[in-house]
């Protein structure tokens, strides 16, 4: 049976070398995101518990004058969430792209402020044709 000290592999720079040093058989390693600022922890098998790093050492972020990054505003996120939210096609996703450059030029008038205003148009519109029946109406 091979021996513990022949299955470690040699350190691939000084800071695993450090870490090295302090394993022991069953330890466990805590590595964290290098952008976290948290230091690696080595924890003895039976101490370790998994929990989440203490606020205490998490970094406050500064604050973010254009949290829409990469958008070029917050609109255009705006309307892109929609998308993504609505699981648009490219075919429906252009379409909604022309009617929001539409709106931005002002070309036609647009009255629409709610769900509400956009269901009663589509009843008055079925009211226009013939022998239309509501599969709801009983």
Same mark, same amino acid.
């Not at 929001?100 to 044709?129: I, R």
């Given at each position: 049976?091979?021996?513990?000290?022949?299955?470690?592999?040699?350190?691939?720079?000084?800071?695993?070398?450090?870490?090295?040093?302090?394993?022991?058989?069953?330890?466990?390693?805590?590595?964290?995101?290098?952008?976290?600022?948290?230091?690696?922890?080595?924890?003895?098998?039976?101490?370790?518990? +998994?929990?989440?790093?203490?606020?205490?050492? %998490?970094?406050?972020?500064?604050?973010?004058?254009?949290? %829409?990054?990469?958008?070029?505003? +917050?609109?255009?996120?705006?309307?892109?969430?929609?998308?993504?939210?609505?699981?648009?096609?490219?075919?429906?996703?252009?379409?909604?792209?022309?009617?929001?450059?539409?709106?931005?030029?002002?070309?036609?008038?647009?009255?629409?402020?709610?769900?509400?205003?956009? +269901?009663?148009?589509?009843?008055?519109?079925?009211?226009?044709?013939?022998?239309?029946?509501?599969?709801?109406?009983?």
């Amino acid at each position: 049976m091979d021996n513990l000290e022949d299955q470690q592999s040699f350190p691939a720079n000084d800071r695993d070398l450090e870490y090295q040093r302090e394993f022991q058989l069953d330890d466990i390693k805590v590595e964290y995101h290098p952008k976290s600022g948290i230091p690696t922890k080595v924890q003895a098998f039976g101490d370790f518990k +998994c929990q989440p790093a203490h606020y205490s050492s %998490w970094l406050i972020p500064d604050p973010d004058m254009h949290p %829409w990054h990469p958008f070029k505003s +917050c609109l255009e996120f705006n309307v892109a969430e929609i998308v993504l939210e609505a699981a648009l096609n490219n075919k429906q996703t252009d379409c909604l792209l022309d009617i929001c450059h539409c709106c931005a030029q002002k070309s036609e008038k647009f009255t629409f402020h709610n769900h509400k205003d956009v +269901c009663a148009k589509w009843d008055a519109a079925s009211q226009h044709l013939m022998g239309v029946v509501s599969p709801l109406a009983g």
